[in-house]
């Protein structure tokens, strides 16, 4: 047989290339595949480039200014708020409680009556024993006459010495027993007042220790009083500091319940003895100026000022702590700096840290920093208008977006 006849077709495998005015199609599958591929060879999607921090908004109220300020020193000084005036009333008869007018917080007048207790046994004593003194004066007036009788008698001898010496005996036994009867007269009449127990001032009923029908007895403690406007600051102070304090120094300190809040006092006594287990000393504070707390047996706590000082200060709030370090977020200029500092012991009276280095006067700080600050992140202040962030256009976008 010969050779195929001729098509015009030249031999050999098809074109590849294809023609300008064809596009490649590529399967939806090898787009699916793709990423996997690339993934593989250690090739990945282009990540967009991390732009930088946003500016952090700062208000004057954020901003410390680091200044010089006075700072007192002194031992430490632990105790509780008491008033100077109080009053334990205990039963002085033994007697039922017959009513209690007045409960806890109720305020009271001097002479207002607080408890009445049972009287009745003691107005029949009373009353006994002024019929003792009434039959006691009789006597004293009947042997009174006899003695007179008796002189006269015996002036014109019709009695003897010795008559009138027995009348007389019997007359001054009469005058003591008249005197015996006043004293149980009036020792009745008070007993009978002490049935009425009543505010010794003008204050505050502070615990109430019994209830209508108690059965009170002698030495039986009834109510508490107490003045408000009394209040002074009874502290302790160690023995080993004890001796730089003294009448007339000024303390600083804070009751428990008030919460920052500063009181202010002055030392009025030291105790001359110290504590027999603690070996601390008791020290008497007398409050200052207007501001003083009104209730009783409040924990304070302070430092006596025995000394003053002056440094560099800054809050509590500004401070950041990391293990044993410490630092603080500085404004310098337009950005924020982490300045590390050194930092002495808390101030009592306004609760400020004095700095010892890392710090220096006119030196501005946050003062409440956050955890999500960055060394040189940009500040601005609040209210500010922010820099517009640049748009990209066609122009200076990536090719592939172009496409």
Request: include cysteine; charged fraction near 15%; charge should be positive.
């Given at each position: 047989m010969g050779p195929p006849p001729y098509?015009?077709?030249?031999?050999?495998?098809?074109?590849?290339?294809?023609?300008?005015?064809?596009?490649?199609?590529?399967?939806?599958?090898?787009?699916?595949?793709?990423?996997?591929?690339?993934?593989?060879?250690?090739?990945?999607?282009?990540?967009?480039?991390?732009?930088?921090?946003?500016?952090?908004?700062?208000?004057?109220?954020?901003?410390?200014?680091?200044?010089?300020?006075?700072?007192?020193?002194?031992?430490?000084?632990?105790?509780?708020?008491?008033?100077?005036?109080?009053a334990d009333l205990r039963a002085e008869v033994q007697a039922v409680v017959l009513q209690v007018l007045k409960e806890n917080g109720d305020t009271v007048r001097r002479g207002d009556l607080l408890v009445r207790l049972d009287d009745n046994a003691i107005r029949d004593a009373l009353a006994s024993a002024e019929a003792a003194s009434r039959t006691a004066a009789q006597s004293l007036e009947q042997t009174g006459r006899q003695l007179e009788r008796m002189k006269t008698l015996r002036a014109s001898g019709m009695a003897s010495a010795q008559a009138l010496e027995d009348t007389e005996v019997r007359r001054n036994s009469a005058q003591s027993d008249l005197e015996a009867a006043k004293t149980r007269v009036a020792q009745a009449r008070q007993q009978l007042q002490r049935t009425e127990v009543r505010a010794p001032f003008d204050g505050v009923v502070s615990d109430r220790k019994v209830s209508a029908g108690d059965t009170a007895q002698m030495g039986k403690e009834l109510l508490k009083v107490i003045d408000p406007a009394s209040m002074r600051f009874e502290g302790l102070v160690s023995a080993d500091h004890i001796g730089a304090v003294q009448a007339g120094q000024a303390v600083s300190f804070r009751v428990n319940g008030y919460g920052d809040q500063q009181f202010a006092g002055k030392v009025r006594r030291v105790n001359p003895a110290a504590n027999a287990t603690t070996r601390q000393v008791e020290v008497l504070v007398d409050f200052t100026g207007q501001k003083q707390p009104r209730l009783a047996g409040l924990y304070a706590e302070g430092r006596v000022e025995t000394e003053s000082a002056t440094s560099l200060t800054i809050p509590a709030t500004a401070l950041v702590r990391e293990g044993d370090k410490t630092s603080a977020w500085r404004v310098a200029g337009a950005k924020l700096e982490k300045a590390p500092i050194q930092v002495g012991e808390r101030d009592p009276r306004t609760g400020d840290f004095p700095v010892k280095a890392g710090l220096a006067e006119g030196d501005k700080v946050v003062r409440y920093p956050a955890s999500t600050m960055k060394d040189g992140q940009a500040v601005a202040a609040a209210g500010a208008p922010a820099s517009a962030a640049p748009t990209k256009t066609a122009d200076t976008a990536p090719p592939a977006a172009r496409n």
């Open positions: 098509n015009g077709a030249l031999p050999g495998p098809r074109a590849r290339e294809s023609t300008p005015e064809k596009t490649m199609k590529i399967h939806p599958v090898a787009l699916i595949a793709l990423p996997l591929v690339l993934a593989a060879c250690g090739q990945g999607p282009a990540k967009p480039a991390a732009g930088p921090a946003p500016a952090l908004q700062l208000s004057a109220e954020d901003v410390h200014t680091v200044r010089n300020a006075s700072l007192a020193g002194g031992p430490a000084i632990t105790g509780s708020i008491q008033p100077e005036r109080r």
